[in-house]
């Protein structure tokens, strides 16, 4: 079947099996080989990418599914910008180190734009829940919830103390949170 | 202001955040163009013997060029490691029998992926099943044989020797012991297995995710009986490899045969469910603990005796378990230690080195030890570690495990996280919500710990040059696989050199450019390949300066590097100078050379856990972990605290959810990630790290090993802090992993 997919911008068409994965349309009829594919059960998020606007799992959507429709990988974020990342999250994750191995990077930043994009007041507790859906092996997603709070514009370490602040520890006498992730 | 121990983003990161890394699938390499997909046909079955395989169905499908089995193949099975029985060798595919599910019976080659899925559906293979054995218990006992050759399934054995002493404890006052299991853990790196190879004449190029790739052309070349030189082994991209990646895997080496049997490129990239049985598996220890002591708290006996499952074919998990009681007495000054391991086959995923390997296995039973032992003359753990600790006055201090720690300062990391985690308070908050009969109880766990890094490879090579443009390229025998050494090590040659981080190139896992290497494991890299490189450029400067002096015609005492210009100058001669680029331009400004440390490090620390556990549900909510971690000078604290970060919540995985799990039948229960308990950010909390810095006297720099620290002490610290918030109800144990149901178990038992 013939499918015509807008990918980062760009009109991308190919003939594929009706069975074919957006992920393998992705990476195998365009050529973009950022988003990988880590799982078979749609539970790492590594091929998250933004179709029409929405997060979703690349490899659980069908190419036909996403004909006429628009595709935003994580090329397509720093496109013109010359190999630097400058979009606020690819910058966030690079200067927070909310990354190591980078496999499940791609998926993770595209879920976080989604993230940031549905909800402008995010803290510690809903950037967690809202990466529940993509698994980092590397970084213990310490960094990468610092990263997107701020790329979200907040202050990772206020959102971390208030967290600790807000748990039942905080009536333990002698009980003080440490400068989290100094 | 020296670079050294600043906080410098990685150089790595803006390719990776913007086109995304180039991982063994990704690659673009115009040598691979055409090449064929592999897809392998894996045993259904964990015990049986193949009565027939039928390929013509298969063969007829669309797009299948081949399908191979094990009756094609001229290489002769492997002994996968070297110090095993060596009766149990390993097919490349399996031909009269299997030993678990997921070992490749046949190779289907299609010309697209898509093509070889369905027909290695179509391949029929006639099975006759045998006697499952799961249980390395059970298979100690030998009563159902894997390899009837060998006349046991025990692969290798330490300290069986002599008999153990009946009356090693008898001068004791208190006597605790415990059976405990150290569970099989799945490494699950996000990039699952992927190799791809090409021959061009007699020459083979091999690309594969790996964490060293001399160690895997040397295998490849083994395996495949050819001469070393004749292979290379090219690491693009690694998407994580947490030990299962050391080496090579004998799938691997089937794609190199099978690229020249075809005489085309071949590729393969496995699926996550095939990672998850056909991929190594780590920890998988079965362990008894004694130890005895005073009524005081002074522990002066300790035996460990550990059965280590291997799965179907031995690997480095044979190896494991003498890590394993080498780390026996852990942070501890005990007079009398006694060990003794055995490695036995089992008809499941062979287990082979994962984050740690070995030394988090060591740890967690000493720590579960010193909590038993504290329980039972009823004091409190951390003032009972703290007791027993090695004194800083006794390094270097030679182990009844018979190691030598080069340096350590352990009461002063119990004592700063202790601090940090406020412990007296958490201790009352405690008293306070048993006294309430609180639902949500509060436990504090306090782990201690020390890991051998480097272990068993001291040496690695570097090499750095510079460039007539000013630039410099640093090689190196180390491997990264997301630690950043691409920033560190160009952070090394910077400080040395003057020159600008922008302008150095740091290349790595390529055996053509680097013959000789150890790869990235055991956390070595920093003490082994990052010494080298501080070295190589040191050596580097004076070379220039030799050069300079002729030029100069100045004494090479009298020069010096002007950092700021990365030029050669004359002391006290204001603009007489040349520059590092202006001397490569005229003659090739390289140097070689080698670093060898002679002996490993011993990192040490102490965690804290907080958790809160619902006594109703069995849930566990880690509520804080506090992470003393001291690895000596930090050469970049960004890269070193997401190695933290990382150990740190796989530690707590292991403790409260990762388990693989077979059905006796030898059936994976835990093949997906759908069903494998891979935390994700909503199960765990942000982390606490203290500094502490102890450098060893083993390399110039101080440096020691970071990358499995934070998982070796969160494991014990997160497992005693459940037991702990339970331990009022009567609960002294309950093994990995604490998943609400097993707590909720272990608290319904406790009521009755």
Same mark, same amino acid.
């Given at each position: 079947?013939?499918?015509?997919?807008?990918v980062?911008?760009?009109?991308?068409?190919?003939?594929?099996?009706?069975?074919?994965?957006? /992920?393998?349309?992705?990476?195998?009829?365009?050529?973009?080989?950022?988003?990988?594919?880590?799982?078979?059960?749609?539970?790492?998020?590594?091929?998250?990418?933004?179709?029409?606007?929405?997060?979703?799992?690349?490899?659980?959507?069908?190419?036909?599914?996403?004909?006429?429709?628009?595709?935003?990988?994580?090329?397509?974020?720093?496109?013109?910008?010359?190999?630097?990342?400058?979009?606020?999250?690819?910058?966030?994750?690079h200067?927070?180190?909310?990354?190591?191995?980078?496999?499940?990077?791609?998926?993770?930043?595209?879920?976080?734009?989604?993230?940031?994009?549905?909800?402008?007041?995010?803290?510690?507790?809903?950037?967690?829940?809202?990466?529940?859906?993509?698994?980092?092996?590397?970084?213990?997603?310490?960094?990468?919830?610092?990263?997107?709070?701020?790329?979200?514009?907040?202050?990772?370490?206020?959102e971390?103390?208030?967290?600790?602040?807000?748990?039942?520890?905080?009536? /333990?006498?002698?009980?003080?949170?440490?400068?989290?992730?100094? | 202001?020296?670079?050294?121990?600043?906080?410098?983003?990685?150089?790595?990161?803006?390719?990776?955040?913007?086109?995304?890394?180039?991982?063994?699938?990704d690659?673009?390499?115009?040598?691979?163009?055409?090449?064929?997909? #592999?897809?392998?046909?894996?045993?259904?079955?964990?015990?049986?013997?193949?009565?027939?395989?039928?390929?013509?169905?298969?063969?007829?499908?669309?797009?299948?060029?081949?399908?191979?089995?094990?009756?094609?193949?001229?290489?002769?099975?492997?002994?996968?490691?070297?110090?095993?029985?060596?009766?149990?060798t390993?097919?490349?595919?399996?031909?009269?029998?299997?030993?678990?599910?997921?070992?490749?019976?046949?190779?289907?080659l299609?010309?697209? !992926?898509?093509?070889?899925?369905?027909?290695?559906?179509?391949?029929d293979?006639?099975?006759?099943?045998?006697?499952?054995?799961?249980?390395?218990?059970?298979?100690?006992?030998?009563?159902?044989?894997? !390899?009837?050759?060998?006349g046991?399934?025990t692969?290798?054995?330490?300290?069986?020797?002599?008999?153990?002493?009946?009356?090693?404890?008898?001068?004791?006052?208190?006597?605790?012991?415990? &059976?405990?299991?150290?569970?099989? #853990?799945?490494?699950?790196?996000?990039?699952?297995?992927?190799?791809?190879?090409?021959?061009?004449?007699?020459?083979?190029?091999?690309?594969?995710?790996?964490?060293?790739?001399?160690?895997?052309?040397?295998?490849?070349?083994?395996?495949?009986?050819?001469?070393?030189?004749?292979?290379?082994?090219?690491?693009?991209?690694?998407?994580?490899?947490?030990?299962?990646?050391?080496?090579?895997?004998?799938?691997?080496?089937?794609?190199?045969?099978?690229?020249?049997?075809?005489?085309?490129?071949?590729? *393969?990239?496995?699926?996550?469910?095939?990672?998850?049985?056909?991929?190594?598996?780590?920890?998988a220890?079965?362990?008894?603990?004694?130890?005895?002591?005073?009524?005081?708290?002074?522990?002066? +006996?300790?035996?460990?005796?550990?059965?280590? &499952?291997?799965?179907?074919?031995?690997?480095?998990?044979?190896?494991?378990?003498?890590?394993?009681?080498?780390?026996?007495?852990?942070?501890?000054?005990?007079?009398?230690?006694?060990?003794?391991?055995?490695?036995?086959?089992?008809?499941?995923?062979?287990?082979?080195?994962?984050?740690?390997?070995?030394?988090?296995?060591a740890?967690?039973?000493?720590?579960?030890?010193?909590?038993?032992?504290?329980?039972?003359?009823?004091?409190?753990?951390?003032?009972?570690?703290?007791?027993?600790?090695?004194?800083?006055?006794?390094?270097?201090?030679?182990?009844?495990?018979?190691?030598?720690?080069?340096?350590?300062?352990?009461?002063?990391?119990?004592?700063?996280?202790?601090?940090?985690?406020?412990?007296?308070?958490?201790?009352a908050?405690?008293?306070?919500?048993?006294?309430?009969?609180?639902?949500?109880?509060?436990?504090?766990?306090?782990?201690?710990?020390?890991?051998?890094?480097?272990?068993?490879? !001291?040496a690695?090579?570097?090499?750095?040059?510079?460039?007539?443009?000013?630039?410099?390229?640093? #090689?190196?025998?180390?491997?990264?696989?997301?630690?950043?050494?691409?920033?560190?090590?160009?952070?090394?040659?910077?400080?040395?050199?003057?020159?600008g #981080?922008?302008?150095?190139?740091?290349? +790595?896992?390529?055996?053509?450019?680097?013959?000789?290497?150890?790869?990235?494991?055991?956390?070595?890299?920093?003490?082994?390949?990052?010494?080298?490189v501080?070295?190589?450029?040191?050596?580097?400067?004076?070379?220039?300066?030799?050069?300079?002096?002729?030029?100069?015609?100045?004494?090479?005492d009298?020069?010096?590097? &002007?950092?700021?210009?990365?030029?050669?100058?004359?002391?006290?001669?204001p603009?007489?100078?040349?520059?590092?680029?202006?001397?490569?331009?005229?003659?090739?400004?390289?140097?070689?050379?080698?670093?060898?440390?002679?002996?490993?490090?011993?990192?040490?620390?102490?965690?804290?856990?907080?958790?809160?556990? &619902?006594?109703?549900?069995?849930?566990?909510?880690?509520?804080?972990?506090?992470?003393?971690?001291?690895?000596?000078?930090?050469?970049?604290?960004?890269?070193?605290?997401?190695?933290?970060?990382?150990?740190?919540?796989?530690?707590?995985?292991?403790?409260?959810?990762?388990?693989?799990?077979?059905?006796?039948?030898?059936?994976?229960?835990?093949?997906?990630?759908?069903?494998?308990?891979?935390?994700?950010?909503?199960?765990?909390?942000?982390?606490?790290?203290?500094?502490?810095?102890?450098?060893?006297?083993?390399?110039?720099?101080?440096?020691?090993?970071?990358?499995?620290?934070?998982?070796?002490?969160s494991?014990?610290?997160?497992?005693?802090?459940?037991?702990?918030?339970?331990?009022?109800?009567?609960?002294? +144990?309950?093994?990995?992993?604490?998943?609400?149901?097993?707590? *909720?178990?272990?608290?319904?038992?406790?009521?009755?």
């Open positions: 079947m013939k499918v015509e997919i807008t980062n911008g760009e009109r991308t068409s190919a003939d594929v099996e009706p069975r074919q994965l957006l /992920a393998h349309y992705l990476r195998d009829s365009v050529g973009l080989k950022a988003t990988n594919i880590g799982c078979d059960t749609t539970s790492c998020g590594a091929c998250t990418v933004l179709l029409d606007g929405e997060a979703v799992k690349s490899c659980t959507v069908l190419s036909v599914q996403a004909d006429q429709q628009a595709v935003t990988t994580m090329e397509g974020l720093d496109g013109a910008s010359d190999g630097r990342p400058e979009h606020p999250v690819t910058k966030a994750f200067a927070e180190h909310g990354l190591q191995c980078g496999f499940c990077t791609p998926g993770m930043v595209m879920s976080a734009v989604s993230l940031i994009s549905h909800d402008s007041d995010l803290d510690e507790r809903k950037v967690r829940e809202g990466l529940e859906g993509n698994l980092c092996r590397c970084t213990g997603y310490h960094n990468i919830v610092r990263a997107v709070l701020v790329a979200a514009g907040k202050d990772p370490d206020a971390q103390k208030s967290e600790a602040e807000s748990d039942a520890l905080r009536t /333990a006498p002698g009980f003080s949170r440490g400068e989290a992730g100094a | 202001m020296s670079i050294l121990g600043t906080r410098v983003v990685r150089t790595e990161d803006p390719v990776f955040l913007t086109r995304g890394a180039t991982y063994t699938d690659l673009t390499d115009e040598r691979l163009t055409g090449a064929l997909h #592999l897809t392998l046909v894996r045993s259904p079955l964990a015990h049986a013997t193949i009565s027939s395989i039928d390929t013509a169905a298969a063969l007829d499908a669309p797009g299948v060029v081949a399908v191979v089995t094990g009756a094609d193949l001229d290489i002769a099975p492997a002994l996968l490691f070297p110090g095993a029985n060596k009766a149990m390993r097919p490349f595919l399996a031909t009269d029998r299997v030993r678990f599910v997921g070992e490749p019976v046949a190779a289907v299609t010309d697209e !992926f898509y093509q070889g899925e369905d027909a290695a559906e179509l391949v293979v006639e099975y006759e099943p045998l006697p499952v054995v799961i249980d390395p218990l059970a298979a100690a006992d030998d009563e159902t044989l894997l !390899f009837p050759e060998a046991t399934n692969a290798a054995a330490y300290g069986h020797d002599s008999e153990p002493d009946a009356d090693f404890f008898s001068g004791c006052e208190v006597v605790v012991t415990r &059976d405990l299991v150290n569970q099989r #853990l799945a490494a699950a790196p996000l990039e699952t297995r992927a190799a791809s190879a090409f021959w061009e004449g007699d020459h083979l190029t091999v690309y594969m995710s790996n964490q060293n790739a001399q160690g895997g052309r040397d295998e490849v070349a083994g395996w495949l009986g050819l001469d070393k030189d004749k292979v290379r082994v090219i690491l693009p991209d690694v998407g994580g490899g947490f030990g299962a990646k050391i080496g090579s895997d004998p799938e691997f080496a089937l794609v190199a045969w099978l690229a020249r049997q075809q005489g085309r490129p071949v590729r *393969w990239n496995e699926s996550r469910s095939e990672n998850m049985t056909g991929m190594v598996q780590g920890r220890q079965r362990q008894t603990i004694t130890i005895g002591g005073t009524r005081a708290g002074k522990v002066t +006996h300790y035996r460990l005796d550990v059965v280590q &499952d291997l799965g179907a074919y031995p690997r480095l998990g044979t190896f494991l378990p003498m890590f394993t009681r080498m780390m026996a007495p852990g942070t501890y000054d005990i007079e009398n230690v006694d060990s003794r391991a055995r490695a036995v086959v089992t008809n499941t995923t062979s287990i082979a080195a994962y984050r740690g390997a070995g030394r988090p296995e740890t967690a039973a000493i720590e579960r030890a010193m909590d038993l032992f504290a329980a039972e003359i009823g004091k409190d753990p951390a003032e009972v570690r703290k007791l027993n600790v090695v004194a800083p006055e006794k390094f270097p201090f030679t182990t009844k495990g018979g190691v030598e720690y080069d340096s350590g300062e352990f009461a002063k990391a119990i004592d700063l996280a202790l601090a940090e985690s406020g412990y007296e308070g958490l201790r908050e405690q008293k306070a919500r048993r006294e309430r009969g609180d639902v949500r109880q509060l436990g504090i766990g306090v782990s201690s710990y020390v890991e051998i890094t480097g272990g068993g490879a !001291f690695e090579d570097a090499s750095a040059q510079v460039h007539e443009d000013g630039t410099v390229t640093v #090689l190196t025998g180390t491997s990264p696989h997301g630690q950043g050494h691409a920033t560190a090590w160009a952070m090394l040659a910077s400080e040395q050199l003057g020159i #981080l922008d302008k150095i190139t740091v290349k +790595h896992g390529d055996t053509d450019l680097v013959p000789r290497g150890g790869g990235t494991m055991g956390s070595r890299s920093l003490q082994t390949g990052g010494v080298a501080h070295q190589a450029s040191g050596e580097l400067v004076d070379l220039a300066k030799q050069r300079a002096a002729d030029l100069l015609e100045a004494s090479v009298d020069l010096e590097l &002007d950092p700021e210009n990365a030029a050669i100058t004359v002391a006290g001669v603009g007489k100078s040349v520059t590092l680029a202006e001397l490569a331009s005229r003659e090739e400004l390289k140097v070689e050379t080698t670093w060898d440390g002679k002996k490993p490090t011993f990192p040490f620390g102490a965690h804290v856990c907080v958790v809160e556990v &619902d006594t109703e549900s069995g849930k566990v909510t880690v509520e804080r972990i506090v992470a003393v971690d001291d690895a000596g000078p930090i050469l970049n604290p960004l890269l070193c605290d997401g190695q933290r970060h990382g150990g740190i919540a796989q530690g707590i995985a292991q403790a409260l959810l990762e388990e693989v799990m077979y059905d006796e039948e030898g059936q994976p229960l835990t093949g997906t990630f759908a069903d494998y308990g891979i935390p994700s950010a909503a199960e765990l909390p942000s982390f606490d790290l203290v500094e502490m810095t102890t450098p060893t006297p083993v390399n110039p720099m101080g440096y020691k090993g970071i990358g499995e620290a934070g998982t070796i002490g494991t014990p610290a997160t497992q005693s802090a459940v037991i702990d918030a339970l331990s009022h109800l009567g609960i002294t +144990h309950i093994d990995m992993p604490l998943t609400p149901m097993r707590v *909720w178990e272990a608290i319904s038992e406790a009521g009755k």
